[in-house]
């Protein structure tokens, strides 16, 4: 076991006040915990045997992209309209007593809480942007390399989103932290700069995000933050674990903490009002060593799934990726199957749920348009209905009782 460090980080003042947003934030210190690499929080690890991230280092990269080489998506990609469907996003505001999600690709949701009780009609409550990426590709230049987006943003641009109050990014991979979509944002609302949310150490590769300071906050695991949005309502964001890793570069693998949030509607005590929401951002489940979407039963899955459900949970909302899991020896640490998120679904405790993380970007070996029919049999083998946990069309929104 561990020694167990304690190590006294800069926060900013505990809580900080814009016109329009009240942050409260955690202060204090931090103590290095298990998925911590050193004593600084500057480098992490997976800290549960449910990871191997050996089964993606050295030669398993190249036995990878070429193995992918002689896979073709040629059919999938002729017509994206047969397995995804697309719509203009209807972003008027949740009803009273409801959350709505609306999903924008990938892992983008839009997450719309509930309109303060005491709201006039067609109000809205707090807008919650999770992992915004409008780019055509998801890597560090448009210009050539990385995956180009195979379906549209359904709105466009940011131009095309109402007000958001608050940013959220699971981690720091080019799929999920765009620093155009950011800049172009901060830019837009410059008059009221949401709030963004981030793992640990992830600031660093923010640079060129015009988001005021005071409106930044990193979080370790099991932390969490309350944003105040004037004449809106709060939300508590805690960022809970997710079995995954980081990278910018080359050179900065794991230097950042990866995460899912839990966001939880909360009045002005701070006393939960109702409109648990549960973002899986990126994350895996277990690790197998073979093409299955079983579990090992020698191998024990994460365990944090559970714990989120039994701390945070239940959840009237989960957004679970589904997709870039094939081939399971490389990718199953990282990328949950269809089977793992319906399983995941149980964990933490959703009454409902939406698939994210496909329909996008080409990532990984398996069609694209397979993640659905996989979730379908998932849905039989664990036990859910299609009204439980279903994908949604792309630009499409899901309404559940918050
Ligand atoms: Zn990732």
Not at 183 to 188: I, Q, W
Not at 259 to 274: F, L, R, T
Not at 354 to 361: E, S, V
Request: with cysteine; charged share 20%; proline share 9%.
């Amino acid at each position: 076991m561990r020694a167990r460090l304690f190590t006294r980080l800069r926060f900013a003042p505990p809580a900080a006040a814009m016109a329009h947003l009240t942050i409260s934030r955690p202060d204090g210190t931090r103590e290095r915990k298990d998925h911590w690499a050193n004593d600084e929080g500057t480098a992490f690890v997976n800290p549960w045997p449910s990871a191997n991230m050996k089964a993606m280092a050295g030669g398993a990269v190249a036995k990878f992209i070429w193995q992918g080489l002689w896979i073709s998506k040629k059919d999938d990609l002729a017509d994206p309209s047969r397995f995804v469907s697309t719509t203009t996003p209807d972003f008027s505001p949740a009803p009273q007593g409801s959350v709505k999600a609306t999903w924008l690709g990938h892992a983008c949701v839009l997450v719309s809480f509930p309109p303060p009780a005491d709201a006039a009609p067609g109000e809205r409550g707090v807008n919650v942007l999770f992992d915004p990426v409008f780019s055509v590709r998801c890597g560090p230049t448009q210009l050539f390399g990385a995956p180009k987006r195979y379906t549209p943003v359904p709105c466009g641009d940011v131009d095309g989103l109402p007000e958001i109050d608050v940013v959220v990014i699971s981690h720091n991979h080019y799929d999920h932290e765009d620093i155009p979509t950011l800049h172009a944002l901060y830019k837009k609302q410059a008059a009221h700069p949401p709030a963004l949310l981030v793992p640990l150490n992830t600031l660093r590769t923010l640079g060129g995000v015009a988001a005021p300071a005071d409106s930044v906050l990193e979080l370790d695991w099991w932390e969490d933050a309350t944003i105040s949005v004037e004449g809106r309502g709060s939300v508590r964001l805690t960022c809970t674990p997710a079995q995954h890793t980081t990278a910018r570069t080359p050179f900065d693998s794991a230097h950042s903490l990866w995460a899912s949030w839990a966001a939880q509607a909360v009045d002005k005590a701070g006393e939960n009002a109702g409109g648990a929401v549960w973002f899986g951002g990126d994350t895996g489940y277990c690790c197998v060593e073979s093409e299955t979407h079983e579990i090992d039963p020698s191998r024990p899955v994460c365990p944090e799934f559970e714990r989120i459900g039994r701390e945070l949970g239940p959840f009237s909302l989960a957004l679970i990726p589904i997709g870039a899991y094939a081939p399971r020896w490389f990718l199953s640490t990282v990328h949950n199957s269809p089977l793992d998120a319906a399983r995941m679904f149980k964990d933490i405790q959703a009454k409902k749920a939406i698939a994210i993380h496909w329909g996008t970007w080409d990532l990984s070996h398996e069609p694209l348009s397979e993640p659905p029919r996989l979730l379908a049999a998932a849905r039989e083998v664990v036990g859910l209905t299609p009204e439980q946990f279903d994908t949604c069309a792309l630009g499409g929104s899901v309404v559940v009782p918050a």
